[in-house]
């Protein structure tokens, strides 16, 4: 039986993606602050689906836990690593308290790093496996949260070359960025967003994103858009000239009062 690990697994796009692999016979190392909602999913998995699910409790900003988390790749001869944990934080960068810029750094960079090395060592050398790393539309364009977006960006570099070094060494390992728009999570709680500033149309549920990141992995998709809406706006970004691109996320913050 095949084996994944997700973090951020307690709720939201993570939960998504541990029930759509259950379904498919995964066992799961779940991975989250909350050990209650953990130990909760992991009972419902294993109950309904069959699958064996561990849950692993870790702050992936705190150095003790993500060794810890690290280790347990190591010795687990993972599948499949979903880098999910993440959070935005509302307001202009040098308003918001360090702290909280300096933990979305650590989780968005720092851990996707320490954990996809620990993944990837036992991959390449099995020859088989995959890691999707959950990123953003906000990871091509500036407009909302500066280190949100930055770091998004950051792992959207990250993962593209990634593909390419295991193009260049004949590897079957793959790697996918997840790039997701506005989807129904705790994520905008956590964020303090108001929905209503963003028209119903844009939203997707969170089964919508990871069955599109499920079945772009089949295809051996890079860059994963889920919705046409974003497809279409990523194109857009990706032609239209500076300064009209920066135009637009002035006039998108002001819309949402940032």
Known sequence: ????????????????????????????????????????LARELEEG????????????????????VRERIGEAELDLLINNAGFGAPGRFWETDLAVQDSMHRLHVIAAVQLTHAALRGMTARNRGAIIN??????????????????????????????????????????QALCPGFTYSEFHDVARMDRSLVPKSWWMEAEEVVAASLAGLERGELFVVPGLRYKALVKLIGIVPDGLRRAGALLYARRRRM
């Open 1 to 40: 039986m095949s084996r994944a690990l997700v973090t951020g697994a307690s709720a939201g796009i993570g939960a998504c993606f541990a029930r759509a692999l259950a379904r498919r016979r995964y066992d799961l190392i779940l991975v989250a602050r909350r050990l209650g909602r953990l130990e909760a």
């Open 49 to 68: 689906f069959g699958v064996r699910a561990e849950a692993l409790p870790a702050d992936l900003t705190a150095e003790a836990d993500l060794a810890r």
């Open 134 to 175: 959950v990123s953003s539309v906000a990871g091509f364009a500036q407009g909302g949260s500066t280190s949100y977006s930055a770091t998004k960006a950051w792992m959207n570099s990250f993962t593209e070359g990634l593909y390419l070094e295991l193009k260049r060494a004949g590897s079957p390992v793959r790697v």
